[in-house]
């Protein structure tokens, strides 16, 4: 049985940092790509980043680019997200996902997620 779980997800003021970490169990990790995606209320699912599993190379959802991070620890099964320079935009839940399928950006290319975490960005 696949599962994924996020972490890390709080409260946070505007300008400041997050680190989500997305832990998998249940597949050979080293040989899915993994992606985080986000909703906020009354909007639908949005891409954020992904990771390739076997070349590493990493792309990003314009509105996170050069603030995101995302980074995977084969040894350890997990993937994260380290959030820089936060905004309110950013505020959503969070999920990760794993997937075989060739694609990054499209939801339906990934075959697994996990249940979300919430990132709230406020004063």
């Known amino acids: 049985q696949v599962q994924l779980v996020e972490s890390g997800g709080e409260l946070v003021q505007p300008g400041g940092s997050l680190r989500l970490s997305c832990a998998a169990s249940?597949?050979?990790?080293?040989?899915?790509?993994m992606g985080w995606f986000r909703q906020a209320p009354g909007k639908e699912r949005e891409f954020v980043a992904a990771?390739?599993?076997?070349?590493?190379?990493?792309s990003y959802a314009d509105s996170v680019k050069g603030r995101f991070t995302i980074s995977r620890d084969n040894t350890k099964n997990t993937v994260y997200l380290q959030m820089n320079s936060l905004n309110v935009e950013d505020t959503a839940v969070y999920y990760c996902?794993?997937?075989?399928?060739?694609?990054?950006?499209?939801?339906?290319?990934?075959?697994?997620w996990g249940q979300g975490t919430q990132v709230t960005v406020s004063s």
């Open positions: 990771i390739r599993w076997n070349t590493g190379s990493a």
């Open positions: 996902a794993a997937g075989s399928a060739y694609d990054l950006f499209a939801a339906v290319a990934y075959d697994y």
């Open positions: 249940g597949l050979t990790f080293s040989r899915y790509k």
